[in-house]
């Protein structure tokens, strides 16, 4: 009943940019914290990004400086726009968020994931 849906990854050079977007669709009745998680292959998932209701920010130190995570409350989406991109950032791009249901049962859902691929 609530679904995520990513969009925005794809293979840019080394040093290059993109946007990644996420919108939640559903029995929505609020969101709290929103994230953006990659996994890159033979590694485990891994936090690039985290943004509260209240629009606190928290970054990991990997990306800190060149990524930034914002969200539209109107539109229950999040975005993360990716600056100087680096080939060690390929991987798979998975939005999370922690939603309340009009039943008010509170759950985190994911997205299917995006690839991003930074050639060098």
């Known amino acids: 009943q609530v679904q995520l849906v990513e969009s925005g990854g794809g293979l840019v050079q080394s040093g290059g940019s993109l946007r990644l977007s996420c919108t939640a669709s559903?029995?929505?009745?609020?969101?709290?914290?929103m994230a953006w998680y990659r996994q890159a292959p033979g590694k485990r998932r891994e936090l690039v990004a985290a943004?509260?209701?209240?629009?606190?920010?928290n970054y990991s130190d990997y990306v800190k400086g060149r990524f930034t995570i914002s969200r539209d409350n109107t539109k229950n989406a999040v975005y993360l726009q990716m600056n100087n991109l680096k080939p060690e950032d390929t991987a798979v791009y998975y939005c999370?968020?922690?939603?309340?249901?009009?039943?008010?049962?509170?759950?985190?859902?994911w997205g299917q994931g995006t690839q991003v691929t930074v050639s060098s």
């Open positions: 943004v509260t209701s209240g629009n606190s920010t």
């Open positions: 559903g029995s929505i009745f609020s969101i709290n914290s």
């Open positions: 999370n968020a922690e939603i309340a249901t009009m039943t008010l049962y509170e759950d985190y859902y």
